[in-house]
């Protein structure tokens, strides 16, 4: 599933169709695609126009970002990010999982820690727990 961006006047089919022509369909590349950068002298004349714009911001839920980046980096294994983060993830907090979890929760066999099956996963990867602790 694609997450597609509502942006101001443009309809969810027009940023779907938009994401069809781009590769990498991020949500910033495809609103820069939309609506592109306003140089800064112009910018700078809208903000101290009259009446004042209303500025505003909108962010994805943290726990999202963080959810999601341990699944992209590290539960479907990622070779880089394993030996850059995971290893001493692990290292860190594998022991007091075991004690905490038991040894049948990181069993092979089983779900290697993880709620559901995941393909690929070895159970070298840390769980989302340790990924949360460290």
Same mark, same amino acid.
């Given at each position: 599933?694609?997450?597609?961006?509502?942006?101001?006047?443009?309809?969810?089919?027009?940023?779907?169709?938009?994401?069809?022509?781009?590769?990498?369909?991020?949500?910033?590349?495809?609103?820069?695609?939309?609506?592109?950068?306003?140089?800064?002298?112009?910018?700078?004349?809208?903000?101290?126009?009259?009446?004042?714009?209303?500025?505003?911001?909108?962010?994805?839920?943290?726990?999202?970002?963080?959810?999601?980046?341990? /699944?992209?980096?590290? @539960?479907?294994?990622? &070779?880089?990010?394993?030996?850059? !983060?995971? +290893? $001493?993830?692990?290292? /860190?907090?594998?022991? @007091?999982?075991?004690? &905490?979890?038991?040894?049948?929760? !990181?069993? +092979? $066999?089983?779900?290697?820690?993880?709620?559901?099956?995941?393909?690929?996963?070895?159970?070298?990867?840390?769980?989302?727990?340790?990924?949360?602790?460290?």
């Amino acid at each position: 599933m694609k997450n597609i961006p509502r942006l101001s006047r443009y309809s969810a089919q027009q940023v779907a169709r938009l994401s069809m022509k781009k590769k990498n369909g991020q949500a910033n590349t495809l609103a820069r695609a939309i609506v592109p950068y306003i140089p800064a002298n112009q910018l700078r004349k809208f903000m101290n126009s009259d009446p004042k714009p209303v500025t505003f911001i909108i962010v994805r839920n943290p726990f999202d970002r963080l959810l999601s980046a341990f /699944r992209d980096k590290l @539960e479907r294994y990622n &070779k880089y990010y394993f030996n850059k !983060y995971g +290893k $001493d993830i692990v290292k /860190r907090y594998r022991q @007091e999982g075991i004690e &905490k979890f038991g040894a049948q929760f !990181y069993d +092979k $066999d089983g779900q290697n820690g993880s709620p559901a099956k995941v393909a690929g996963r070895k159970g070298s990867e840390p769980i989302f727990w340790e990924f949360v602790k460290a």
